[in-house]
């Protein structure tokens, strides 16, 4: 690996003055610096590779423009669409189209098999989401999930207290002003600790927070905001029930926690995994897919004997990094962010927090939650919900005997993980020579979580090429989401498949009727290498495979 100088060019080569950075090469294509990015042309010049260079052929970018653009690309290939779009949309809520719906499906799979197919002690659920409102009460819920928001009485704009304060902190680490921001994150800590909602008002005061609406600092006081929604369950209005939409799944775990102890004969340590809805009204929703009102969540409750929750944490904690990584993204975009305030309940709380154009940003929660949520459905539900430990104690030499297990929670949004995924998958490459300007955008997917694996292409659409391209479609698809286009030039396609991330583009031409051998094009390298047909399932299937991210 070298290291190169590198300045910063605009698309034009205007140098950016001053910005001289340190790039190792080997090689990330694409670095982000602050507010601008910097995108490396593989093919632009480096006379010796040894020596410091300063080069060209570097595109600058602002990191809200690459937002930007992701965002509207997810919604011209079919990622991602604004609910109810024809009415204007529903703030916040979004629908997956069907290049999204795959991606998805995939992201969720490989959290399956890697939490519940790979331990023989984790096992899968599905829990409704309507649940016994009691439940909500004894969770702690009803009383105590909200969000400080606080209204700016000129825009009558709302926003959540605590929000207003991160953004200045992290606008006073930005200004260097280090000092400012670690006193402002204690003083709001502390604040939100104590749920004092005047001082939290006064720091907004303090460090003179305007509304970037209206620019004015006219405040109302700060107020608790209850995130769930309710509704009513029953035919005859007077009758019915107020019941919730579940905010969290593992509630849906923590119930079933007795039947699925029993029914499957569970022994301590086990976890119980579920995929599933849940539903916020978030004060204020922002950032696309990252704070949605309804969304997907993938967790595990992990049932430990009390006393080992710490060791259970520590693993857990690593397990789920690696997780993350095993998909080939730099390790330097991630990182743990520990729980200061932890909430009343549990003993530890991590963050794994990955950067986002706009700043690192939660994408998993791993936390120690004791045995609260446990003890408390025993307390309002009166039923027994121990665990009998025959294991001999090497202290007491009698068994462990009866108790309510402690929880190890990993908590993982399924947006969040797809936004991620988009982010680093997306690239506009440069692709010009020295008398051609060319470009592509390419999604760098990893494989398995490809929404199309491979796309067949006949070069023309006679000569009995469309039937010889569909009979070894008719194949592959019986293994592969596979996708036939016979339009336009095969460039064109190949730009349509680079933009979804296929991984292979496959054309039968004429040479396929005489010998059955097909060209097959690489997303990543755009290598071309022609090959025998009937040996398409095992490239393909080599290259998909879970067992690259499993094992
Ligand atoms: P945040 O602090 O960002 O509001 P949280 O700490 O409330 O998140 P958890 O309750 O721990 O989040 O939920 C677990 C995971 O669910 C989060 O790490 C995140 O990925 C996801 N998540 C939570 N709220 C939302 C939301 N409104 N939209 C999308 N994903 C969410």
């Not at 205007?14 to 490396?40: D, R, S």
């Not at 990543?524 to 022609?530: F, G, H, K, L, Y």
Request: net charge negative; aromatic share 12%.
């Amino acid at each position: 690996m070298y290291s190169y100088e590198c300045s910063l060019h605009t698309r034009s080569e205007k140098k950016i003055p001053g910005n001289k950075v340190l790039l190792e090469a080997a090689f990330k294509k694409t670095i982000f610096l602050g507010n601008t990015y910097l995108k490396v042309n593989p093919k632009s010049k480096f006379p010796n590779p040894k020596s410091k260079i300063i080069f060209a052929a570097i595109m600058s970018k602002s990191t809200d423009e690459l937002f930007k653009n992701v965002i509207s690309h997810a919604k011209e290939y079919g990622f991602v669409f604004p609910s109810s779009e024809i009415y204007d949309g529903l703030s916040a809520v979004y629908d997956y189209g069907q290049n999204g719906a795959e991606l998805k499906n995939n992201i969720k799979t490989y959290w399956w098999k890697a939490m519940v197919q790979m331990n023989d002690n984790i096992v899968g659920i599905d829990s409704a989401i309507f649940m016994h409102p009691k439940i909500w009460k004894a969770s702690g819920h009803v009383d105590g999930f909200s969000d400080p928001m606080i209204d700016n009485k000129d825009s009558k704009k709302r926003y959540r207290a605590d929000q207003l304060l991160e953004d200045k902190i992290a606008k006073y680490d930005s200004e260097g002003k280090t000092d400012k921001a670690e006193q402002l994150q204690h003083d709001m800590d502390e604040a939100l600790k104590a749920e004092d909602l005047t001082r939290l008002r006064d720091l907004i005061i303090e460090h003179e927070l305007a509304c970037p609406v209206s620019g004015t600092r006219n405040w109302t006081e700060v107020r608790q905001f209850n995130l769930m929604f309710s509704t009513q369950m029953g035919a005859v209005a007077d009758d019915a029930d107020t019941i919730y939409l579940r905010p969290e799944t593992a509630q849906g775990i923590f119930v079933n926690y007795l039947n699925v102890q029993k029914s499957g004969r569970m022994k301590i340590p086990f976890g119980i995994a579920q995929i599933g809805k849940a539903f916020r009204n978030e004060v204020i929703a922002r950032q696309f897919i990252i704070r949605m009102r309804e969304f997907e969540q993938m967790e595990m409750q992990f049932f430990v004997r009390p006393g080992t929750q710490k060791e259970w944490f520590d693993q857990w904690k690593e397990t789920r990094l690696k997780w993350h990584l095993a998909l080939g993204t730099d390790a330097a975009k991630y990182r743990y962010h520990e729980h200061t305030k932890l909430a009343h309940y549990a003993d530890a709380a991590y963050d794994i927090e990955f950067e986002f154009p706009f700043g690192f940003k939660e994408v998993e929660g791993i936390h120690s939650r004791t045995n609260f949520d446990l003890s408390q459905h025993e307390k309002f539900s009166g039923k027994k919900l121990q665990y009998f430990d025959p294991e001999v104690d090497p202290e007491t030499g009698k068994p462990f005997g009866n108790y309510v297990p402690y929880v190890i929670e990993t908590s993982i949004g399924l947006d969040r993980m797809f936004l991620l995924t988009m982010i680093n998958a997306y690239e506009e490459e440069d692709l010009s020579t020295e008398d051609k300007q060319d470009s592509r955008t390419v999604l760098r997917l990893h494989p398995c979580l490809a929404p199309v694996k491979a796309a067949i292409f006949p070069l023309t659409k006679k000569d009995g090429l469309p039937e010889k391209a569909r009979e070894i479609m008719d194949k592959l698809k019986l293994d592969f989401n596979i996708q036939y286009e016979e339009k336009d030039a095969i460039g064109k396609r190949y730009r349509r498949q680079d933009a979804i991330g296929t991984p292979f583009c496959i054309t039968v031409d004429h040479q396929t009727l005489e010998d059955n051998t097909v060209t097959i094009r690489h997303r990543d390298s755009m290598a071309q290498e022609r090959v025998p047909a009937d040996q398409l399932d095992k490239i393909i299937g080599d290259l998909v495979s879970w067992r690259n991210v499993l094992s």
